[in-house]
Every structure is written in structure tokens, then in C-alpha cells.
């Protein structure tokens, strides 16, 4: 007899096949007919127990089943076929603006490691609706990956941005990764951006005891019918409210509202007093379009959202424009480039992309984004168009 158990994998038992949980907010499903061409078996919430087999045979076929489920992976949010990125994937974490890591040369790391959200607001830059593809990433793989860059950056002010194409709060190892980030004897800062729909206050008192350092809250509007329409989804301000209360008592807290011309702006006054209220800090993002996120209107010129701030910062006595310096941001010693602009590479596609046509190719450590490609395996000569920020774009040729 042996037993399977597993600490990241949950099993439900079906008619004809067993639905398999990762990381809770992921499945595929294994037929029970190639289940049984193992042994007879026991389904269990954690683990699977087959008999009349030795512990080393039953684990070789099950993880054969398993590496199959994994290419058939889904996000149970929305259906979305799912990219799992663990460090014997040859996936690199650094490339993609969606995933991993993103450097943009300062001593701010973003970190990314996951995609999908619950909520869709009117606003977003990311439409969840254009992306058929989500990624998910193997917490010590990404914990791995993000020391190196930190020890590379010869700095000691490092902070870790947990920010997602998304909500972070689905990633179920985020108490893990920040626990581990929080080791790094580089990092002073681990800050996590959030809608809060997610938290509550064990999650929260849960965070902060891992080294969480600063709750970047998105709220974008103090009344109940606007603050709904903004979340385009039901959303309960009232609770994200408590919650903000409750944060504002154990760690760092920056309120986060994006100005919506039309459509919030007289809530952003309330914001401002509800940060007052909490002793909060608070951000104001101005409005703008992306070609893939979701535009509702048109966002006014940067001189009327600087001359809006500077009236309520009269107003309010509250500090809203802001520069690098008041967020500690610095520049750092610059992560090099391993391609140029125009130069013509040759790259292995490793996974599809987030967009419809995309495909994603690795070469030298890094990922390269290839819109409207022709392949979906094997190799590929590109022409790269985008090398900003260690972000890489190319063009097949």
C-alpha cells in the first residue's frame, strides 16, 4: 500500500474523475479510469492511498498523471488556462511586465506572482477579458530569483512591491513569500497592493507578522452605488472601510484612489478625509488609457489633475503631490541587458502569453513577449523591439 500526500494539492472525488485543487484557486482533472490503471485507490481531501502497490511505483505513475494535469491547468475564477512557472520550467522571471520580477532601475522591486482578479473595475488597465491566459509562480522559485536581484542592486533600502495584473491576495503562499523576502537583509520595505475584498482581520494580522510593512488600498469611492459601479462587481465599501481601520492600527497604510473623470470625482474628497481620519497616507492616480485595459472615458491632461490636487491639498492640509523622494524611491546600480534594440536573436518558446497570439520565448535568462506569433513551439528568430526595463518585446524574422 502506499499513501500520496500533499500539502499544495487538495483532490475531489467525482463520478468519473477527480478534480485536482493547486493552490486552491487551480484544478485540472485526472480521470479515474487512469487512476485505476495504477491500483485501486482511497480519495482523500489531501492525499491518495493505493493498494497493492509499492510507495516508489505508485508516486512515479501518479506524478506522470499529475505533470499531464499541470499542462491543463485552470484558473477556477474564470476558466482561464493556467501557466505554472517553477524553476525546473525554463521560464525566467524577469522580461515579462506581467509575471516575476520587473526592475525599472531603482531600488523598487516589483514582484508578480500571479494574475486574475475578482473585480472589474471600469478603470482597469489590465481587462481580464483580453487575456485568455493567467500565470501562476512557485513561491520559492520567485523568493529564489528576487534574492539574487537584491543582492545584485548593492543596496540596503530594498523594497519588495507585491503588486499583480490583479489581486495578490489570491496567491496562496503570499505568507510564505513575505516571510521569506523578509529575511533578505537588503529589504526594508515589503508593501502589497490590494483591493481588499480578500482580507480579513486574521489575513491581515497574518501578513504583518511575516513582515508585511505597508497595505497599498484601492479604494475609489466613499459612497456604496459608486464605489459598486467603479468595482463593476458587488463590493461592499462599508467592510473595505473596517478593514482599513483595523490596518491603520497594526502597520502602514497608503489609500490609493484612481481619479475617474465623470464618475468620482467629488468621492476623492471623501477619500482624503477618510485617510485623514485613519492618519493614512494617500496617493491619487490620475486616470489614463491603455490600448489592452478598460477605458470608460477620456482622462483629462496632467496640468488640470495637478491643478485639482493642488486645490484639495489647500484644502485638506494634506500633502497629494507627491514626488520619488516622499515613496523613498532611489535610483540603483542597473540590471543589464542581455539584448539590444533591433537585434535579431534566436529564442526558445517556452508558454504561451497572456494575449490572444502571444507567445512567450527565453533566451539568456530573460522571457520575450511575441505579439501575433506564427509558433507555438520550438525555436525562434526574433528582431527585438523593446528592451526598457529589462522588459522585452520581439518580432518573428
Known sequence: MAKLTF???????????????????FYFNIQKEDLGQISNHIIEKNSITFKDISQKKAERKFYMLLEKGFHE??????????????????????????????????????????????????????????????????????AEEFKKLALFKETNDIEAHIASQGEPLFYAPLTDLIRNISKIKQVKIISVD???????KQKIDE????????????????????????????????RIKE??????????????????????????P?????????????????????????NPVKPIDFDKFYGL?????????????????????????????????????????????????EMIAAAKERTISIPDCYKEKGKVRLKITRTKHNIFIGTPV
Open 309 to 357: 490636487l493642488k486645490a484639495w491639498q489647500d484644502k485638506y492640509k494634506v500633502k497629494l503631490i507627491k514626488s520619488i523622494e516622499d515613496f523613498n524611491i532611489v535610483k540603483t546600480k542597473q540590471l543589464p541587458r542581455p539584448f539590444r534594440k533591433e537585434e535579431v536573436i534566436e529564442a526558445e518558446i517556452v508558454c504561451p502569453g497572456r494575449l490572444h497570439g
Open 73 to 142: 491547468l485552470k484558473n477556477s475564477l474564470n476558466n482561464k488556462k493556467t501557466i505554472y512557472i517553477h524553476k525546473n520550467s525554463g521560464i525566467p522571471l524577469i522580461g515579462n511586465v506581467g509575471f516575476g520580477l520587473v526592475d525599472r532601475n531603482t531600488n523598487v522591486i516589483e514582484v508578480k506572482p500571479i494574475t486574475g482578479c475578482n473585480l472589474k473595475c471600469i478603470y482597469c488597465s489590465v481587462d481580464e477579458d483580453k487575456r485568455p491566459v493567467d500565470f501562476i509562480i512557485e513561491e520559492e522559485y520567485l
Open 7 to 25: 500539502k499544495d494539492l487538495s483532490f475531489e472525488d467525482k463520478e468519473k474523475e477527480v478534480k485536482v485543487y493547486f493552490l486552491k484557486l
Open 243 to 268: 478593514l482599513c481601520r483595523y490596518i491603520s492600527t497594526k502597520t502602514n497604510l497608503i489609500i490609493t484612489p484612481v481619479l475617474v473623470p465623470g464618475i468620482n470625482n467629488d468621492e476623492i
Open 207 to 238: 501578513l504583518v507578522k511575516a513582515g508585511l510593512t505597508r497595505f497599498n488600498f484601492s479604494i475609489n469611492a466613499i459612497d456604496a452605488k459608486i464605489a459598486e459601479k467603479i468595482a463593476g462587481t458587488p463590493y461592499n465599501i462599508e
Open 270 to 294: 471623501k477619500i482624503i478625509e477618510f485617510a485623514k481620519e485613519l492618519k493614512a497616507d494617500i496617493g491619487i492616480q490620475n486616470f489614463l488609457t491603455y490600448k489592452m485595459g478598460r
Open 194 to 200: 490590494t483591493n481588499g475584498t480578500l482580507l480579513t
